[in-house]
């Protein structure tokens, strides 16, 4: 039996059960592909199988289950054999169903299969509603575009340009009226105005596709929207076409998002369609932006090669066209003198004209770089307004609106500028100046002593020849101007005007050098309505030493003072304080005419102080109401300073400074007035500071000469500029090399003497029309503080303060002779050297004239004006 199998199984032969008939595989286990491996090459040529092989099967299943028959164990189809469940070829054996390699064709799977990673395709929608849910998508956003488009209306060419006109700025005097506009508004021309050059140069620069494309450059748009989305970066692929609309019309904004980009697409497209190339490129040239605050090709070519756009060569035309990319950053290189950038932009547009036009390669041979012309100054500036533009831009910048802001905003701003006050103020300090040297300074500032309003000024004749705003930047020692601040301190502080103080010169305090009066002049005991009305400084120094000078400084920083000349972040009182002692009460603190004028107010508004300012308020148009909001509102908060009784008694005490003292050059006639005049060492600074009920003025001056950095020598003056020239050929010196310092007014200017007959003359305009008012009476408050006996008085017809100096018979100091005469030196007394603003310092010679600070200084010819104000001198 075992030969059989042995045979059966070398000729392949299916074995046969016994009686000859063919054993059946188990159903699971047959495969319809027919024999497999071995059994597959052994087969006859037409594919069927040989005697022997099926002899030798029937013999293999003949020797029963004990044996290895067909389905006995280890045996053909047997557990374990061949074919048989668990072995080879079998259920659950290599290469059998369910076991390892089954990866035949036709072979069924197992049901614990039916979940592998096949079977995620069951997860896919089927393709037609794919289809269709694209197309319906697609109608969707399209017919969301063709909605768009069709309500994409194109404002009229006017309507454009004045909306383009509106992003500037306008200011007004506080009636109403416009003194300036802020904002440049474009030059237009025509486009056959501009050479054909330079229209290639622009479109070079900016959309070589400009004559083909359709508004938009699609490849370049969508690159520029996924770089935005990205947040790589936020510009770039906008059209000529796209940058007009941009530009010229309402609603689309130079925000850099996505949503202003789909507005362009429309907006643009539209354009293309409805209006010529030539008319959009004309459009885009007269608005485009080139810096220097300049729109318009023909702006740009005044601006940067002073010629008009018709006049441009080639390469200029690259330049202006290669500028258009970063107007503001080339701006800010090219000031600094670093002309890379703009010169590899020129570069730029200079090769891309031969691919607009083919003609260009031998046209742009040889072109150079052309370097533009310097910056100009707008004329907005010009005259007295340029001063008034830049004090309310300050403060502006101040409350949060920038320069940039006002010149692109559309904001209206009204100021607290009165209109003849302003022309008042000019005419007074020019009249009065025009016979010194350009190098001597005026100032001069009026503030509404109720709110803080600067209702005119005086800095200068031309903002854009003599840019230093002096009322509100000139920051100079206030000299015996600052004594009302030690009296309003002295009065606060419960003491009264009738206090006693004794006048002897000179006095020292401690921690100062020794303190004169004008002319070493001694006064015996003296009450406060004395010493103020003559200006003695040593009176005002032992006041400094009763109160503290923190005291003294209190009051004056808190009426305003000292705030433009802080140094280090320290108010300027405090630094005078700290390095100077008690020279702080005669006037060592440096201030401007502004700080001044505010802070008197605390004398003529019952002891409060509200801190100057020029702005009423700000307005900006709502572009979707188109009404007018208020950005900004006037700052009025008012602080106590002193108490009410301390200002009516110093009012008192400054009139008598007008009506017998050193300020009698103020008096107005009938109209009330209370002030005090100011004169520093070797009169450098002269001031006169005065009020009435309605306005308080200060009017400040001093001379600044040039100097050599490198030899510190006094340079030429230009006597119509008042700025340096080379002494042999007269041409102007460099400005980076010389600095200007302070000398002594020419004439020995004195505080009552010219300030005072500028401030007269100005008060006496500016008040003309208003109502003469009184100040409040003399409360008397407080008690005397005696520290020197009360002399015992003498009977007299009528007490009056007596002049420091020799008058005549208008109480005006003889032209030809010094009012205040040298007085001798002691034998054995050594001469004195003066530091730079040491008021206390000098021999009597230095004090005569006005220096030390007491304000006598009568300097100069012209006499005041005896014309009573608030009346017509018709009327006698």
Known sequence: MMAAAAGGSRNGDTPRAEGGRRAQRPRELQDPRGPRGPEATQSGAGGGRTRSSRTARSGMEADGPQGPGRRGPGGPSGPGGPGGPGGPGGPGGPG??????????????????????????????????VMAGIVVVAAGVFGMIAVAYSNTVLPSENDAQAQAIAQGSVFQ????????????????????QVPQHVQDAVIAAENRSFFQDNGIDLPSLARSVWMTATGQQTQGGSTITQQMARNYFEGLSTERAITRKVKEIFVAVRLDREWDKKKVLEFYLNTISFGRDTYGIEAAAQEFFRKPAAKLTIAEGAYLAGR????????????????????????????GLPVVNPEYTAKIQGAKFPKPKPQRTSQDYKGMRGYMLNIVERELGQRGISKDMLKSGGYTIRTTFDKATMTAAKEAVEARTKVYPKTVHASLAAVHPKNGRVLGFYSGRDYLTDFNNRAFDAAKQAASAFKPYVLAAWLDAGFSLDSYISGKSPYKAEGTTPIGNSGNQSFGSINLVKATASSVNTVFVQMGEKLGLDAVAEIAKAAGLGERGSQKGKNAVDVAVASQRYQTTIGSASVTAVEQAAGYSIFANAGKHTHWHTVLWAKKKDRATGTQLTVVKEVQADRQVISPEAAADATYALTQVVKAGTGTAANLGTRPVAGKTGTNNDSKDAWFVGFTPQLSTAVGMYQE?????????????????GKAINGKTGKPINPDKYFFKEEALPGEIGGGGVPTQIWHDFMAKALERAEIEQFPERVNAGTPENMAPKPTPTPKPSETVEPDVPIDDEGWPPEDENPFPDDPQDEGDEAETCEEGDLSCGTPDDMNGNGNGNGNGFGGKAKPNTVPSGRDPADG
């Not at 506080?174 to 056959?192: H, L, P, Q």
């Open 705 to 721: 000469v040039p100097v050599s950095l490198k030899s510190g020598a006094k340079l030429k003056v230009n006597p119509k500029t």
């Open 324 to 351: 258009i990319q970063s107007p503001g950053d080339f701006d800010k290189l090219e000031a600094n003198g670093d002309y890379a950038k703009t010169t590899e932009r020129f570069t730029y547009a200079l090769k």
């Open 96 to 129: 059998g169903p369910g076991g390892p390699g089954d990866d035949g064709p036709g072979r069924r799977r197992a049901k614990s299969d039916k979940h592998d990673k096949g079977d995620w395709k069951r997860f896919l929608p089927n393709w037609k509603l």
């Open 173 to 192: 005097y506080r009636d109403g009226t416009t003194f300036a506009r802020v904002g440049t508004k474009r030059t237009s021309i025509k486009i056959n």
